[in-house]
């Protein structure tokens, strides 16, 4: 074994059971971790030992911020980004290291080419904290957007009760009579006219609304060509 504290260790495999402990998740940790699932579950179980290299490519590989794996934690401290990436087996970085206690060169390779340094590591490490922060904001958008335009789309079922046609006659019917003045038929008129025309406007904004919401997440260009 490496020269690292005996409880550091125990609160190391701890965690990874608590990151695998969903069905399945062992294997696709391993396959994450370019191990195999045999491999991984004796790891998980206590069977095999592992290395601080090894317990450094979890955090990079899944996500998690730097030496997250140092305090014990429970199935609530997994941060959603994480507990969606080992769900997906979507990796934030490639491990190319070894889970063996005997100390070995660090092949540790993140966002950077190979790196074996304790600094450009942690940038590596840096580097992955912000991916998952920039995914977890695009999460956030993509969800916001379809909750809105299901929103949209309700609200254009509305508008669509919301007919003048059928008033019509009615309307005709109380300005042929003798019982309202001119000015009173005029309004009436005016109004209804006025409530169809923006109730027609009203459909076009959502639609566009709609379709603007559907487009591709294409940000405009600043270039000046």
């Not at 504290?5 to 994450?32: C, I, K, Q, Y």
């Not at 955090?59 to 980004?81: F, I, K, N, Q, T």
């Not at 000015?183 to 459909?203: C, F, M, P």
Request: hydrophobic share 40%.
């Amino acid at each position: 074994m490496e020269d690292f504290d005996e409880t550091l260790f125990v609160v190391w495999r701890a965690n990874m059971n608590v990151l695998t402990g969903s069905p399945g998740g062992a294997t696709r940790l391993a396959r994450m971790m370019n191990f195999s699932p045999s491999f991984m579950k004796l790891i998980v179980a206590g069977q095999r030992d592992f290395n601080e290299e090894f317990v450094r490519g979890i955090e990079l590989v899944s996500g998690l911020p730097p030496h997250w794996m140092d305090e014990r934690r429970a199935p609530a401290d997994v941060p959603p980004e994480v507990r969606r990436a080992l769900d997906e087996e979507r990796p934030f970085a490639v491990f190319r290291g070894t889970a063996h206690p005997a100390p070995k060169r660090s092949v540790l390779r993140g966002p950077e080419p190979l790196l074996s340094q304790t600094e450009a590591t942690r940038r590596v490490a840096d580097l992955a904290q912000q991916q998952a922060e920039a995914n977890r904001r695009d999460l956030l958008f993509r969800k916001n957007r379809e909750l809105l335009s299901q929103d949209l789309r309700r609200l254009e079922r509305q508008l669509g009760l919301l007919q003048v046609e059928p008033m019509l006659p009615k309307a005709d019917e109380l300005i042929a009579s003798d019982r309202m003045s001119e000015a009173a038929k005029a309004d009436l008129s005016g109004r209804l006219e006025q409530i169809d025309k923006h109730v027609k406007l009203l459909h076009q904004h959502v639609e566009k609304l709609v379709a603007l919401l559907t487009a591709p997440d294409e940000p405009e260009s600043n270039d000046a060509n």
